[in-house]
């Protein structure tokens, strides 16, 4: 039983300001609207009328902040971003289960040419092999990682609880990748 | 020894002069230059002492097979303990302090510890220091034990940086074998990555002796590097490869300067070359530890990589034919060497502190440097850290991998190969994953000659002080297992990990037990293969990201609230409010709570959501309660079990709708009973009608509890009927707050009529400040983690891992029911039929009161009985509280046959002090349920 407040950065109330950092930028993003799906990939995709899932390495394609794409989280499961309104629940007719998690990922943009160098600083990528779900351990925080347009902006998703730590963990690689940038 | 400089050769840079002290002494060198050959160029011989017997250590080998140079050095104002001089790289303004010795290493007070060797054998501390008690002896024996400071002073500003990284091929080693290696797949296409631990590449190429492909050594490596680079190949020179793990997962560590952190490389390969090349093995003789008896490839390097040579009149000892090339480039630099045949006679070093001459074949030979090779070791160390085998070569006297995993080749002096043509046949082999072209060997080891009786030490482990004496003294004690012996006489442990002792006392350890050296056996080789500092391993692991707590959405209005906040289940939430008086705030929030309402942030509850159709079906088969009676609207408790029976964690269920439940599991388990259902969904189940979704980080929840919550609750006006009989306890409504859906669960935690609210973490600042603002009006209090734990003690609910342990089961706690009478099959149900699940002395969930006045018991106190008056503990204490609701003491407890000690006394003892204490039911307050139900 003690007090451990002062030893805890205070969560901030508003969103924190761009790291820019040579040829880095993080930028927290307003949080667009998520729905988390569960159910046949092939139903989900008809139903939120999107032609094809992106999978890594190839980029999602965002043309503005209302684009709606759909993130994989695992085979059966995905994150839609921007959809359509859906009931929440149990969707008995396309056997989907439906929940709404606009308010449970913070979601941050990591951009520019050195972005590839600073995210692999926290997890393990390769171009070379592709993975069907957006899901990724980052140094110790469970997070989601896709490119979006081209491999020099990154779109990352990080629950909200985890959100103060893991912004600081992105000052720190961001540092770190500006002052002894690697050669991949 | 009396090392020197040569006036040209090697590859440091002439033009740059570096200053250093050594033990208070000023001292020059140049750029590329270690401390090692720093030292060794300006003719010091004793680098340091050994670590038991203070003995002179000079230097063995040039790289990280040398035992005996560690030392402590200060740059910039911060001492670096332990530093191999012979692989930290030297830098202008270094202090460098030799360890264990005072004042110096060449005058060592402590020295005349090794006039009491003969009486301080392998295993006297064991034997010696038993009676009266080793704790008497042991502050002593630890403050003259160690090698090394640790300065006092952190150093914070050192940050590892540690990057991932993935390729087709790995090579480590830039010598002839993996730079030959390294172009093959390059040009074949590949990503390739190639590892050093020097900071120039070449390996051994500089110590061939001749020319490579028509070009000097140093040429053919540019060459060969220059080819790699512009094909597209990657080098990473100053970087060791320290271990192999599962999957191909290599760890580099990538040093620069002495006071920047090293980086460390995750490097995912699909396939991994070993080009690691060999080191030289000592041979056992008498005074082999003399400074002045150094390797021979050591000499070698020394002469090729910094221009320095070991001495002025050379005696070479050893036992294959490299010898001659080595004795010629020796004396082309300036020495005069003999030769002798370490297969033919013994040899016996002469001298004091340092060697003056060699005995040989009964006459004796003056000298300044005596360089010794048993023949070339292959370093196997990451073939085993990645489960290759080993086998013992008869031609090498050394051990060569055997089988091993697939996408792992060795090639060069690391696969016993030293022919030049069959090594690079073997390379490009490699390169392409080709099968390891047959050859015939050239590189013969004759047979030591050696004599266990000789007058005199022979050294083993040069280091820690380990002799031939120690190792028969442990044969004969039967310590026959290589692993035994180790231990007993501490082979290996040094900081070298045994890389140049443990062939050695092998093969001693065979001849003793008329074995070979393959049954013998060898001990484990363990990561990581050079010491590397810990903060390699840090990163940004530090301060608040050390261990990051989970932050509740609503800290912002606990902080202006005054908030204690603290660590509870990995979560920073409040323990308490107003911090000025934490036991009178916390005590005003348990009585607030018990006669008016109290207000909690309750976001860290578990929020899983199952759907589907077969979803009831599922929980009620991960869940121990029964749920299948469980209607729509209404909530249940049950406990969530291991396959063995015990309670894994508690959670209330609600059945949202026909085919939607809710899982709210306690906070700091969310994370594993997520898990958990998972798993379970993937197995026995249908995973297309079953589906879980933890949407527990996307909502806040809000506790109302205490008498006048329903009033708080009805000023949110959320067009529910929350009377007792519309909205009993243990049921859900759904209701709306401002625009967004709110839930409302009539469960509680405290004992007394209690809401919880969620509502999604956007509208969760607002629900509070409403509350806060309404409450008022019916004396609200902010209730804080601490207080919550007293309102539910008091009631008697539990913890899980705290009021229960590993051996818990339901009916410990008085969850018998769903064992004895649920029909369907459910996790644990096997375990709770089991003869342990049904002993009589399991321990059960008990209350104990105490009188008024007294002290609350200590958690983790011990209930005894007393037996012919030896106390035997029969549970503890598992919760203990100051009660303000009931103005005493309470706790909860698990005790063997609790159940049928009820109204007894029981004697709780904790540190030599004993009390007595009553058994009661755990529930305290509101036994019939009134204030629940309310």
């Given amino acids: ?184 | 020894m009396s090392g020197s400089r040569t006036n040209k050769g090697g590859l440091i840079d002439r033009n740059r002069r570096l200053g250093f002290q050594f033990d208070g002494r000023h001292y020059n060198g140049f750029q590329g230059d270690t401390v090692a050959s720093a030292l060794l160029a300006n003719g010091i011989s004793v680098i340091g002492r050994s670590f038991k017997y203070h003995r002179p250590r000079g230097l063995w080998g040039a790289w990280f097979d040398d035992p005996n140079s560690p030392v402590n050095i200060t740059v910039n104002t911060h001492e670096f303990p332990n530093c191999p001089a012979t692989t930290t790289y030297l830098e202008e303004g270094m202090n460098i302090r030799s360890v264990n010795a005072w004042p110096s290493a060449k005058f060592d007070a402590k020295s005349a510890l090794n006039w009491l060797r003969p009486f301080l054998p392998a295993g006297f501390y064991y034997k010696t220091f038993m009676w009266p008690d080793w704790h008497l002896f042991e502050p002593a024996i630890r403050k003259m034990a160690g090698l090394g400071n640790l300065d006092p002073e952190p150093v914070d500003q050192l940050q590892s940086d540690q990057i991932h990284q993935t390729c087709d091929v790995l090579i480590v080693g830039s010598g002839p074998a993996g730079l030959i290696a390294a172009n093959a797949a390059v040009r074949d296409g590949q990503s390739v990555l190639l590892v050093d631990d020097h900071n120039k590449p070449g390996g051994s190429a500089y110590r061939f002796g001749h020319k490579l492909d028509d070009k000097t050594p140093q040429d053919w490596v540019n060459e060969q590097v220059r080819q790699f680079e512009e094909a597209g190949g990657q080098l990473l020179c100053s970087t060791t490869a320290f271990g192999i793990y599962d999957h191909n997962l290599v760890a580099l560590a990538q040093f620069s300067s002495l006071d920047q952190a090293p980086r460390l490389w995750r490097i995912r390969a699909k396939r991994i070359i070993l080009a690691t090349g060999a080191i030289d093995r000592p041979i056992t003789f008498t005074n082999n530890d003399k400074p002045g008896i150094m390797s021979l490839e050591g000499g070698l390097e020394y002469l090729a990589r910094y221009g320095v040579l070991a001495g002025r009149e050379i005696a070479i000892l050893a036992n294959h034919p490299r010898v001659e090339m080595a004795s010629g480039q020796l004396q082309q630099a300036g020495a005069n060497v003999d030769v002798f045949d370490a297969s033919e006679n013994i040899a016996r070093a002469k001298g004091g502190r340092t060697l003056s001459a060699i005995r040989y074949g009964g006459s004796t030979y003056r000298c300044d440097a005596l360089l010794v090779s048993g023949g070339l070791m292959p370093l196997v160390h990451l073939w085993r850290h990645a489960g290759g085998k080993l086998a013992w070569n008869e031609q090498l006297h050394g051990f060569v991998p055997d089988q091993g995993p697939q996408n792992i080749n060795v090639i060069g002096a690391a696969n016993g190969t030293f022919e030049l043509e069959q090594l690079q046949a073997e390379a490009e082999a490699a390169a392409s994953a080709s099968p390891t072209p047959d050859r015939s060997k050239t590189y013969n080891v004759r047979s030591l000659v050696d004599d266990p009786h000789n007058k005199g030490s022979q050294w083993i482990d040069f280091q820690h002080d380990v002799t031939l004496k120690d190792i028969e003294l442990a044969e004969r004690e039967n310590y026959a297992s290589v692993e035994h012996l180790k231990r007993y006489t501490t082979l290996g442990m040094a900081s070298d990990q045994g890389k140049t002792s443990n062939i050695p006392a092998l093969e001693a350890l065979a001849k003793l037990r008329d074995k070979s050296v393959p049954e013998v056996g060898t001990t484990t080789f363990r990561p990581p293969f050079v010491p590397v500092p810990f903060e390699l391993y840090r990163g940004t692991r530090r301060e608040q990201l050390f261990n990051p707590l989970k932050r509740l959405p609503l800290e912002p209005a606990h902080r202006s609230s005054g908030a204690a906040l603290g660590e509870y289940g990995g979560w920073l939430r409040p323990g308490w409010y107003v911090d000025k008086d934490p036991e009178k705030a916390i005590h005003n929030e348990v009585i607030g709570a018990r006669n008016h309402v109290a207000i909690s942030d309750a976001s860290p509850l578990g929020k899983i959501e199952v759907m589907g159709p077969d979803a009831g079906k599922f929980l009620n088969f991960v869940f121990y309660n029964n749920l299948t009676t469980l209607k729509p609207g209404s909530i249940r408790y049950a406990l969530m079990l291991t396959e063995r029976g015990t309670i894994f964690d508690d959670a209330v269920i609600t059945r949202l709708e026909e085919h939607r439940y809710l899982v709210s599991c306690s906070s700091s388990h969310v994370d594993a009973v997520r898990d958990i259902l998972e798993a379970w969904r993937q197995d026995g189940h249908d995973p297309g009608r079953i589906f879980i979704h933890d949407l527990t980080h996307n909502w806040v929840t809000i506790t109302v509890s205490g008498p006048k919550s329903r009033q708080l609750l009805q000023e949110l006006e959320p067009g529910v009927d929350l009377s007792a009989k519309a909205f009993p306890h243990m049921s859900f409504r759904q209701a709306t707050f401002k625009q967004d859906p709110m839930r409302i669960a009539r469960v509680s935690f405290t004992g007394d009529l209690s809401y919880e609210l969620s509502v999604p973490v956007s509208s969760g600042a607002e629900l509070w400040q409403q509350l806060v603002k309404a409450g008022e009006q019916y004396s609200a209090v902010l209730l804080g983690v601490e207080a919550l734990s007293i309102l539910r003690a008091e009631k008697g609910y539990i913890i899980v891992g705290k009021d229960t342990d590993g051996e818990t089961m339901p009916h410990d706690i008085g969850f018998g029911i769903p064992r004895s009478r649920k029909k369907q099959p459910f996790v644990g149900d096997r375990s709770l039929h089991t003869h342990a699940a049904n002993d009589d002395r399991r321990r059960h969930l008990i209350g104990l009161e105490l009188p008024p006045k007294s002290e609350p018991l200590a958690t983790g106190a011990h209930i005894i009985i007393r037996i012919s008056g030896e106390p035997r503990s029969i549970g503890y204490v598992t919760s203990s509280y100051f009660s303000p609701t009931l103005d005493r003491p309470i706790a909860l407890a698990l005790m063997e046959q609790g159940d049928s000690l009820i109204g007894k006394m029981a004697e709780i003892w904790n540190e030599g002090d004993s009390q007595k204490a009553k058994i009661v039911n755990p529930c305290f307050h509101d036994p019939e349920g009134s204030s629940l139900n309310a």
């Fill in chain 1, 1 to 184: 039983m003690r007090n451990d407040s002062h030893k805890w950065q205070p969560v901030p109330a508003q969103d924190p300001e761009p790291i820019r950092m040579g040829s880095l930028e993080i930028t927290a993003v307003t949080a667009p609207r998520q729905l988390l799906i569960s159910g046949s990939q092939e139903q989900i995709l008809n139903f939120f009328k999107l032609d094809k899932l992106q999978v890594w390495p190839e980029p999602v394609i965002i043309r503005d902040n209302k684009s709606i794409y759909a993130v994989p989280l695992r085979r059966d499961r995905l994150l839609i971003i921007n959809g359509k309104h859906v009931e929440e629940g149990w969707d008995e007719e396309r056997g989907l289960a439906v929940s709404e998690m606009s308010h449970g990922y913070r979601v941050i943009d990591v951009s520019g040419p050195g972005a590839f160098d600073l995210l692999r600083r926290g997890t393990e990528l390769d171009q070379n092999i592709p993975s069907g779900s957006a899901i990724r351990e980052f140094k110790g925080f469970e997070i989601l990682l896709y490119p979006v347009n081209s491999f020099k902006r990154f779109r990352l998703h990080t629950r909200i609880p985890d959100f103060p730590a893991f912004w600081m963990l992105l000052q720190q690689l961001a540092m770190q990748t500006n002052s002894h940038p690697s050669n991949p």
